[in-house]
């Protein structure tokens, strides 16, 4: 995991446009919230803040649209806030050693236009780590956006049928080949995969659009929620990435 700075945000997409969140307290209850919904209370136990502290962040990050609330069914005097803003990324420490990566990640696509184009994404996402920007949350949601329009163009509704399916799209696609490691959970092994394939070591995985896609594939065409609990890149010398998928209730 990337350290933060000590002058660290944390960024969210609203309706009225992008916000910077550099408050500690403020990044910790919109931390919580991308997990479940919570009263003033709970808040209060999770960030160890008192209720009339928390209540002036609360207001504030309800007008500007990163939160909203309503009414706890059993206990109309009590707000249950939720989170209505998306979390786009957040400032890490600037890694200079990452530049070099961009050149080497490059060079190494260069060859046909299929393969320089996932380069060229590749340096993207290294590029902006290296000055000090983590997209992850916002690789992940462009992925779901993407696996949405791919469900779409299937015809499976049942857990092999789809298996079967993404296997042949990341095929014909040249965004790798997909191994069946098991079904109890989904887990799929994806070999010369497009995002971890002769990437260089930036300590981290570099698989967040791969896991939006996969998630949304299977939540789509199965009808339940669905998410990777567990993706692992194996290194350069190994070219793959394992991911297991299940059920996201």
Not at 8 to 15: E, G, L, N, P, W
Not at 67 to 74: E, G, L
Not at 129 to 151: C, S, Y
Not at 223 to 244: D, H, I, L, W
């Amino acid at each position: 995991m990337n350290d933060k700075k000590p002058d660290a945000f944390d960024v969210y997409s609203t309706t009225a446009g992008l916000r910077q969140i550099s408050n500690p307290v403020r990044q910790r209850i919109l931390s919580e919230l991308q997990r479940r919904d919570l009263s003033l209370s709970e808040i209060a136990v999770l960030t160890n803040k008192a209720q009339s502290t928390l209540s002036v962040h609360l207001d504030k990050m309800v007008k500007e649209g990163l939160i909203a609330y309503r009414d706890d069914p059993d206990d109309n005097r009590r707000k249950i806030f939720y989170l209505v803003s998306k979390p786009v990324g957040s400032s890490v420490v600037p890694r200079e050693d990452l530049m070099k990566q961009v050149e080497i990640t490059i060079a190494r696509s260069i060859g046909t236009p299929s393969t320089f184009l996932k380069g060229v994404i590749r340096s993207i996402v290294i590029g902006m780590e290296a000055i000090g920007f983590n997209m992850d949350p916002v690789l992940k949601d462009i992925g779901r956006q993407i696996g949405t329009e791919i469900a779409r163009r299937m015809k499976s509704n049942n857990v092999e049928g789809v298996i079967g399916e993404v296997k042949e799209f990341f095929k014909v696609h040249e965004l790798g080949e997909i191994n069946v490691y098991a079904l109890h959970p989904v887990t799929l092994i994806i070999k010369e995969e497009y995002d971890c394939s002769k990437a260089p070591d930036v300590g981290k995985t570099l698989c967040l659009m791969n896991e939006g896609i996969l998630e949304a594939i299977f939540e789509k065409r199965l009808g339940m929620p669905s998410r990777v609990t567990k993706a692992e890149t194996f290194g350069t010398q190994y070219n793959f990435c394992k991911y297991v998928i299940e059920p996201g209730f």
